[in-house]
């Protein structure tokens, strides 16, 4: 599959590469790494990576202007269906190509290449690069770490496996560089941020079954000084907590006019419930956005059901083992 990638990538002389809306480093980085990829292999093509932007994100790299293209080949990266796509319209294309780590939702070009079990889209992009004649240097390779790191969330999810460990110690070898210097970049952050996650923290409410969710209003944003995606950025900071099995962060968001929530599970699979309600994401971190707090309280409950369910199959189980 990696050789009919390369091939259609070695067709076309005008490609244009995308990945999905509330960028994150892994959309951004697998994005702007394998257009330099393209570029250094093939000087003479004209490639550009498309979205919108945010000024957190900067020093991944910087993004193209949109422009008016021909004859052109569409990538999509970390992107599962056609609505979460930022910035174009698939029918402008000649031929559309989809490299994606989500479970699969829709078809979106002739050639997709979807693992799963990848950690993110720049192990993907890492193992594609390496697998064929596109090249590699140090700020590309500093850029997918950057992604896969931040995906994998530091290495603590179980989408890592020997492939992804494989993979870095390879591009380490290959393009030295210092792991330190990149999580400076990406781990720094003000104290306001710190003390707004001891805000979280302090005013969590857990359910029985334990399902810990909280909602940010605008007035809290303000109070602690910080933007409203804050909340869901510092969401997989509350993962091994013992009382909570699922956890929610319910921000509202007033410049964009809706309430986004951030989902996490360290058991209960939740990205159906966020389906449900038009959002997606994998089974242990999902996202929806909505326009009231209403509806986020009946998703909170519908996540307090599937984890209520979870924790029955779990005893269910144990009594089995028992017998
Ligand atoms: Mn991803």
């Known amino acids: 599959m990696f050789k009919k990638i390369f091939r259609e990538i070695k067709k076309y002389n005008t490609i244009v590469i995308v990945r999905h809306i509330g960028v994150d480093p892994d959309a951004l980085a697998s994005q702007i790494a394998l257009r330099d990829s393209i570029k250094l292999t093939f000087p003479e093509k004209k490639v550009l990576a498309i979205g919108t932007g945010t000024s957190k994100f900067t020093f991944i790299g910087k993004l193209d202007k949109v422009e008016e293209v021909s004859n052109a080949l ?13 910035g174009v319209s698939l029918d402008h294309f000649d031929q559309v190509i989809k490299i994606d780590h989500h479970p699969f939702i829709e078809t979106l070009g002739k050639i997709e290449y979807i693992d799963e079990n990848a950690s993110s889209t720049c192990e993907i992009i890492m ?4 697998q064929t004649k596109l090249l590699c240097d140090v700020e590309i390779a500093k850029k997918l770490f950057v992604g896969l ?5 530091r290495f603590l999810f179980d989408s890592c496996t ?7 110690s390879k591009y380490l070898d290959l393009f030295p560089f210092s792991i330190n210097e ?3 970049k990406l781990y720094l952050r003000p104290l306001s941020e710190v003390r707004f996650e001891g805000y979280i923290a302090q005013n969590m409410i857990v359910t029985e079954n334990g399902v810990g969710y909280i909602k940010i209003t605008d007035d809290i944003i ?5 933007d409203s995606a804050a909340a869901g950025n510092m969401i997989n900071n509350f993962n091994f907590i013992s009382e909570i099995l699922v956890w929610v962060t319910i921000t509202e968001d007033v410049k964009n006019e809706n309430i986004r929530i951030s989902i996490r599970s360290r058991g209960p699979e939740i990205n159906k419930v966020a389906e449900k309600f038009h959002g997606g994401g994998h089974r242990f971190a999902s996202g929806v956005k909505t ?3 209403e509806e986020a309280e009946i998703i909170v409950h519908e996540l307090d059901m599937v984890t209520q369910k ?3 199959s779990l005893q269910e189980k144990e009594n089995m083992h028992g017998c």
């Open 127 to 130: 193992d594609f690069i390496l």
């Open 162 to 168: 020997s492939k992804t460990f494989t993979l870095v």
């Open 222 to 226: 303000n109070k602690y000084k910080v």
């Open 74 to 86: 569409l990538i999509i990266l970390d992107t599962p269906d056609k609505k979460r796509i930022d």
């Open 291 to 293: 326009t009231t707090f």
């Open 310 to 312: 979870y924790i029955q």
């Open 149 to 153: 790191v931040s995906d994998s969330n």
């Open 182 to 184: 990149i999580y400076q």
